[in-house]
């Protein structure tokens, strides 16, 4: 990364400052640069051709109704003139590239593109989602859930038959709980030996497969598709490696995500697996910030991370706007967190579940849909999942971010609540 000692206009304030993307961590990076006293000229360019809205609900409360344009909104539509953003709406980027004194932006336009000078440059691309390589994988009956747009396809077949997921993963089984609630038949196909394999402990993913097949949800573990089987103009199944073929009539694809780094790329930015940044939001040449979904991490093991949510988003944009307003130290990162809501069950997770050592587990007999699992490294807390186990999320979230630390044994006894356990070393 650049020091931001010799990086020109670092510690400066810009004049201007464009953001592509305009989603959550896009819109509060803008909000903050405006509580933070920035005056100059702030730009949102959007994809889509509507005003930024929440994302989380699309997998919930969209598909059964419960929610409208309106109420996704991030914000209400005078907000961005009231703040003085300027929000361009339904426009590509289709190159960047830096100038002398600053950024060259080229939107693409009706007939041709045009372009626009910058001070600063802040990547908020966000990702895309994986796409499926199989026989009949292109039917438009095949559907993703990455925008509004995708949630909209989804909840108009959400009723008409069958739904098959490939990919227990966060969304595809917030899809198939929702689906299974609305009384639609759902199977969900998953490659590995258990659901959320790269996000959950062994424990809680049996957990969660449980209440998935208490609810009448086909998971099928260590199975691959390999053909979307169809009859006319309809999907009839997909074809599984040993020879099942489960009915359907919508396909749902969630294998995961990829980052869009295509504007990064064109600036030479280094890239692994996102657009690679450091503690302050800043990426390889020292000068570009990148936040959300497109960016990447690298741990102090050397490992690269990628954080898809809310709270990395809300975080990383409030150490950009620090940046930009001119702060030499980024804000403090708290501990980051994690929600899925599937069905009845809500899983809560804070901290990065790697690298650890020794793991407790509290139950509930009195209370069987309450699951605790802590994560140690040399006996210091550094995550917990909460499975329907809301209070204890909350303390314990707030003891991670207090730089508690109770060891395990501090935590080991199920029949006392954490709250009270955490008194004596949290005070």
Same mark, same amino acid.
């Given at each position: 990364?650049? !020091?931001?000692?010799?990086?020109?206009?670092?510690?400066?304030?810009?004049?201007?400052?464009?953001?592509?993307?305009?989603?959550?961590?896009?819109?509060?990076?803008?909000?903050?640069?405006?509580?933070?006293?920035?005056?100059?000229?702030?730009?949102?360019?959007?994809?889509?051709?509507?005003?930024?809205? =929440?994302?989380?609900?699309?997998? +919930?409360?969209?598909? +059964?109704?419960?929610?409208?344009?309106?109420?996704?909104?991030?914000?209400?539509?005078?907000?961005?003139?009231?703040?003085?953003?300027?929000?361009?709406?339904?426009?590509?980027?289709?190159?960047?590239?830096?100038?002398?004194?600053?950024?060259?932006?080229?939107?693409?336009?009706?007939?041709?593109?045009?372009?626009?000078?910058?001070?600063? %440059?802040?990547?908020?691309?966000?990702?895309?989602?994986?796409?499926? #390589?199989? $026989?009949?994988?292109?039917?438009?009956?095949?559907?993703?859930?990455?925008?509004?747009?995708?949630?909209?396809?989804?909840?108009?077949?959400?009723?008409?038959?069958?739904?098959?997921?490939?990919?227990?993963?966060?969304?595809?089984?917030?899809?198939?709980?929702?689906?299974?609630?609305?009384?639609?038949?759902?199977?969900?196909?998953?490659?590995?030996?258990?659901?959320?394999?790269?996000?959950?402990?062994?424990?809680?993913?049996?957990?969660?497969? #449980?209440?998935?097949?208490?609810?009448?949800?086909?998971?099928?573990? !260590?199975?691959?598709?390999?053909?979307?089987?169809?009859?006319?103009?309809?999907?009839?199944?997909?074809?599984?490696? @040993?020879?099942? /073929?489960? $009915?359907?009539?919508?396909?749902?694809?969630?294998?995961?995500?990829?980052?869009?780094? /295509?504007?990064?790329?064109?600036? @030479?930015?280094?890239?692994? @697996?996102?657009?690679?940044?450091?503690?302050? &939001?800043?990426?390889?040449?020292?000068?570009?910030?990148?936040?959300?979904?497109?960016?990447?991490?690298?741990? $102090? #093991?050397?490992?690269?991370?990628?954080?898809?949510?809310?709270?990395?988003?809300?975080?990383?944009?409030?150490?950009?706007?620090?940046?930009?307003?001119?702060?030499?130290?980024?804000?403090?990162?708290?501990?980051?967190?994690?929600?899925?809501?599937?069905?009845? =069950?809500?899983?809560?997770?804070?901290?990065?579940?790697?690298?650890?050592?020794?793991?407790?587990?509290?139950? !509930?007999?009195?209370?069987?849909?309450?699951?605790?699992?802590?994560?140690?490294?040399?006996?210091? %807390?550094?995550?917990?999942? &909460?499975?329907?186990?809301?209070?204890?999320?909350?303390?314990?979230?707030?003891?991670?971010?207090?730089?508690?630390?109770?060891?395990?044994?501090?935590?080991? !006894?199920?029949?006392?609540?954490? +709250? +009270?356990?955490?008194?004596?070393?949290?005070?």
């Amino acid at each position: 990364m650049g !020091d931001p000692e010799t990086v020109p206009g670092i510690g400066t304030p810009p004049r201007s400052v464009v953001v592509v993307g305009a989603s959550h961590a896009a819109v509060h990076l803008a909000d903050r640069l405006r509580d933070f006293g920035y005056t100059g000229a702030i730009t949102l360019v959007s994809g889509e051709p509507r005003l930024p809205y =929440q994302r989380p609900p699309l997998s +919930k409360a969209w598909l +059964k109704g419960e929610a409208t344009s309106e109420s996704l909104l991030l914000r209400a539509p005078a907000h961005y003139a009231d703040k003085d953003i300027e929000l361009l709406t339904g426009v590509q980027v289709q190159r960047v590239a830096r100038t002398s004194a600053g950024v060259r932006v080229e939107f693409g336009v009706a007939g041709g593109s045009r372009a626009r000078e910058f001070d600063r %440059l802040v990547l908020a691309t966000g990702a895309r989602a994986r796409t499926l #390589a199989i $026989p009949g994988s292109d039917h438009p009956d095949v559907v993703r859930l990455r925008d509004l747009d995708h949630a909209s396809a989804l909840a108009e077949r959400v009723r008409k038959g069958p739904i098959v997921v490939i990919g227990g993963g966060f969304i595809g089984l917030e899809v198939a709980a929702t689906a299974r609630a609305l009384g639609t038949e759902v199977a969900v196909i998953e490659a590995g030996s258990r659901l959320l394999g790269r996000a959950v402990g062994e424990g809680t993913a049996a957990a969660l497969l #449980a209440a998935h097949r208490a609810i009448q949800t086909d998971v099928v573990l !260590d199975t691959q598709p390999t053909a979307i089987t169809v009859a006319g103009d309809g999907i009839r199944g997909v074809r599984l490696n @040993g020879g099942r /073929e489960l $009915p359907a009539a919508t396909v749902l694809v969630g294998i995961g995500a990829q980052a869009r780094i /295509e504007l990064a790329s064109q600036l @030479g930015l280094h890239c692994a @697996g996102g657009v690679v940044v450091d503690d302050r &939001c800043l990426a390889s040449d020292g000068w570009t910030l990148a936040i959300g979904d497109c960016t990447t991490r690298v741990s $102090p #093991a050397g490992h690269h991370y990628r954080l898809e949510s809310v709270d990395n988003a809300t975080t990383q944009a409030e150490v950009a706007a620090a940046v930009l307003a001119g702060s030499a130290a980024a804000p403090a990162s708290p501990a980051p967190w994690f929600w899925s809501d599937q069905g009845d =069950q809500k899983l809560q997770i804070v901290g990065l579940i790697r690298d650890y050592t020794s793991v407790v587990v509290r139950t !509930d007999p009195d209370k069987p849909r309450r699951r605790v699992a802590l994560y140690f490294a040399d006996d210091v %807390l550094v995550a917990a999942e &909460c499975l329907n186990a809301p209070a204890d999320f909350v303390a314990l979230r707030s003891a991670l971010n207090r730089g508690c630390n109770p060891g395990p044994e501090a935590l080991s !006894d199920s029949s006392i609540p954490i +709250k +009270k356990l955490l008194a004596p070393v949290c005070g």
